[in-house]
């Protein structure tokens, strides 16, 4: 009835002038977020000599420095391993986590709520923590300096787990009912009808999944010591040793680095912070 | 008669059948669930209690082990370097979440009205988050290079120049601080978006209509309401912190936990002792403390938010 709006206090002109304060205010300041990464390109493409200069656009712009990063140290292969051990674990991980976070929704077992409860309470164990008893149990298993040794313990974490659960207990229960009345198993369910419904929540998954073990650095410096098997940040980190002085080069090679990551991003911005967003708290 | 028995037949018979398929449905729960927990448990519940065990030991340069019963936590009593580590940890944690929070919840409410213009400011926030941390230490350590890089002679400019970054141990953890702050407020600016809008927009209204200004707004309605979401943001950033989630990588490259052991997190601490010297016991010993303190803030965060679902009707 009385669908009376609050008065406005100020005039349209005053709301209008503080709207623009506001976004000229949010501007400045996302500019100032982005420029270190804009500094990092802008130096990528300038000559050493114009490496300590302030302008940001370079003068005379070049891919020298590219070219150098990558005729000099095997970066593509640096790439191409940090691909392979991403995108597996990746791969792995979801099979396996969509199947974990099922049973843990929807499925009624004995010992489901301690199950999860514990899965749950490694949430916040963070790597560093741990990082001498598993370097110890991986190398018992023989699996230093080896591309399952990059692999497998990375696939392992509550995080996805627990979004996925979530995610499976909010799906109606009819869901099921219909292929159950087929006399469809328990793996015909998953397969055919719980994996087909969870493709939003496992793209944007991947997406996280990858990202995180494409940019992972602290489990493959523990492991790796042989050069065939370095990852790109190991690859970087130890470019930064031997070119401390030469930092057009440096900045050229975390370019290279960084443009995969942010290119997803670009693509899937939405799907990323949306899945981040909702990752706290629902 | 043949009734009673045909009815308990039948009976009998229902509840073997459904007794049959509640066990299928065990077995199938067990099967799907064993993957990811034989691997959490072997790489991460058996490193948990393994990092106790390998505490009590000694570990040789040929990798034999020794029992050494709490010869490693003596040890770390007596180490300046560990409480070192412990305080400059604190430190980092002290100044990193107070700050974390303020950004984080600074540029949600920035951003927080849903148009165009905030959808592209948001990923510009973000954007930092994507990078990997050994290129965003990278990319500090080059701006911060003394007198040239550009953010030292920026620095100069105002006046308030002539120290150095990353040399001088009073500001190299406060360095490192920044730049966790720059590399994670995104992340936290996105959980806080996520609190905003699941406060409803009526609250606002009738606040409006009382009129509340938009300070008592935020004070009244806001930080009420986001309470949630604020202990989810202070808890994980908390642990984070302290667990040196994003320290290590950022320290490692742009430090190594220098000058004067100033940003020697105890992680980095830890690690230079396990591979840089071998003492696998010790850096365990010191580790399990990190593990016990972690458990104890994990199962507070547990409880306190009655088995980790976070929902706003408390």
């Known amino acids: 009835m009385s669908s009376k709006r609050p008065q406005p206090y100020f005039s349209r002109s005053q709301v209008t002038l503080v709207r623009g304060l506001w976004m000229m205010v949010t501007a400045i300041l996302a500019f100032m977020t982005l420029f270190p990464l804009l500094w990092m390109v802008s130096i990528a493409f300038k000559p050493a000599a114009e490496s300590f200069s302030s302008n940001l656009i370079p003068q005379s712009p070049t891919f020298d420095n590219f070219i150098y990063v990558l005729t000099a140290v095997p970066f593509i292969r640096y790439m191409a391993n940090s691909f392979l051990v991403s995108a597996t674990v990746t791969i792995v991980a979801l099979f396996f986590h969509t199947m974990a976070g099922y049973a843990l929704a929807r499925l009624r077992f004995p010992g489901r709520e301690v199950l999860f409860l514990s899965i749950f309470s490694t949430f916040l164990v963070s790597l560093p923590v741990i990082i001498v008893p598993l370097f110890v149990i991986v190398k018992a298993m023989g699996m230093l300096n080896s591309y399952a040794g990059l692999i497998i313990p990375a696939i392992f974490n509550a995080f996805g787990i627990f979004l996925l659960r979530q995610y499976y207990l909010s799906l109606p229960k009819e869901i099921e009912e219909a292929a159950r009345i087929d006399g469809a198993g328990y793996w015909r369910i998953y397969w055919s009808v719980i994996l087909p419904l969870s493709r939003p929540i496992m793209s944007a998954l991947a997406i996280l999944f990858f990202l995180a073990n494409w940019n992972s650095f602290l489990w493959p410096l523990t492991i790796t010591s042989d050069p065939n098997l370095w990852v790109v940040q190991l690859g970087i980190a130890n470019f930064k040793s031997q070119y401390s002085a030469s930092w057009n080069y440096m900045m050229a090679a975390s370019t290279i680095v960084a443009i995969p990551t942010l290119i997803l991003f670009v693509i899937f911005q939405r799907q990323i912070m949306d899945s981040l967003k909702t990752s706290g708290l629902k | ?314």
């Open chain 2, 1 to 314: 008669m043949t009734t009673i028995a045909e009815t308990a037949a039948r009976r009998r018979h229902a509840g073997r059948t459904r007794l049959s398929a509640r066990h299928r449905e065990w077995i199938a729960g067990y099967l799907f669930v064993l993957p990811d927990a034989l691997g959490l448990l072997v790489f991460l519940g058996v490193p948990m209690a393994l990092s106790l065990v390998l505490s009590v030991f000694e570990v040789n340069g040929f990798g034999g082990y020794s029992f050494v019963g709490a010869k490693n936590y003596l040890r770390m009593w007596n180490d300046p370097l560990f409480w070192k580590g412990a305080t400059v940890t604190a430190l980092y944690a002290i100044m990193l979440v107070p700050l974390l929070y303020t950004c984080g919840l600074g540029l949600a409410l920035l951003v927080q009205r849903t148009d165009r213009f905030n959808a592209v400011m948001r990923s510009m926030f973000f954007a930092p988050h994507m990078v990997s941390l050994v290129v965003v230490a990278l990319v500090w350590q080059f701006m911060v290079v003394d007198k040239i890089g550009v953010i030292s002679r920026l620095t100069a400019a105002l006046g308030i120049g002539g120290f150095s970054f990353l040399g001088d141990p009073n500001f190299a953890l406060i360095t490192i601080v920044l730049v966790s702050v720059w590399f994670l407020m995104g992340f936290y600016m996105l959980i806080f978006l996520g609190g905003l809008q699941d406060i409803p927009r009526q609250y606002y209204e009738a606040a409006m209509i009382d009129g509340a200004g938009a300070i008592a707004r935020f004070w009244f309605i806001t930080l009420p309401l986001l309470k949630p979401t604020s202990f989810f943001v202070i808890m994980v950033s908390m642990v984070a912190a302290v667990a040196g989630a994003q320290a290590f990588d950022i320290i490692y490259v742009m430090t190594k936990g220098g000058p004067a052991n100033a940003t020697s997190v105890l992680i980095v601490y830890i690690y230079q002792q396990a591979f840089g010297f071998g003492a696998f016991g010790y850096a365990a010993a010191m580790a399990s403390i990190l593990v016990v303190v972690l458990m104890i803030v994990t199962a507070v965060f547990f409880a306190l938010t009655r088995g980790g679902r976070f929902n706003h009707e408390q």
